[in-house]
Nanobody, 119 residues
Framework: QVQLVESGGGLVQPGGSLELSCTGS????????INWFRQAPGKDRELLAG???????RYSDSVKGRFTISRDNAKNTSYLQMNSLLPEDTAVYLC?????????????WGQGTQVTVSS
């Protein structure tokens, strides 16, 4: 049973911080790139950050300098550290695990965790 589960969301005040976790099971986590997305009502899903199997990190302009993606393959977990949070960061945050392979591309998605930034 393949699972990808996000946790760590919640209510935080503007300027605060949260760390989200994305834990996989049922597949070889170290063979997959991990990406973090967010989706707010009425808006498109937005790619925020990604980390390759080699640990190379990339960020969207909207979060670069505020968010940090990491991974710990021994724990089958990716983390998204979010600092200096803004009300416009309010969204459901999702992770996916992605492997591109000829005739066998795979992408697994978590269920999402709600982040609300509000005073």
């Amino acid at each position: 049973q393949v699972q990808l589960v996000e946790s760590g969301g919640g209510l935080v005040q503007p300027g605060g911080s949260l760390e989200l976790s994305c834990t996989g099971s049922g597949f070889t986590f170290s063979d997959f790139a991990i990406n973090w997305f967010r989706q707010a009502p009425g808006k498109d899903r937005e790619l925020l950050a990604g980390i390759t199997t080699d640990g190379i990190r990339r960020y969207s302009d909207s979060v670069k300098g505020r968010f940090t993606i990491s991974r710990d393959n021994a724990k089958n977990t990716s983390y998204l550290q979010m600092n200096s949070l803004l009300p416009e960061d309010t969204a459901v945050y999702l992770c996916n695990a992605e492997r591109i392979q000829f005739l066998d591309d795979r992408a697994y998605w978590g269920q999402g965790t709600q982040v609300t930034v509000s005073s």
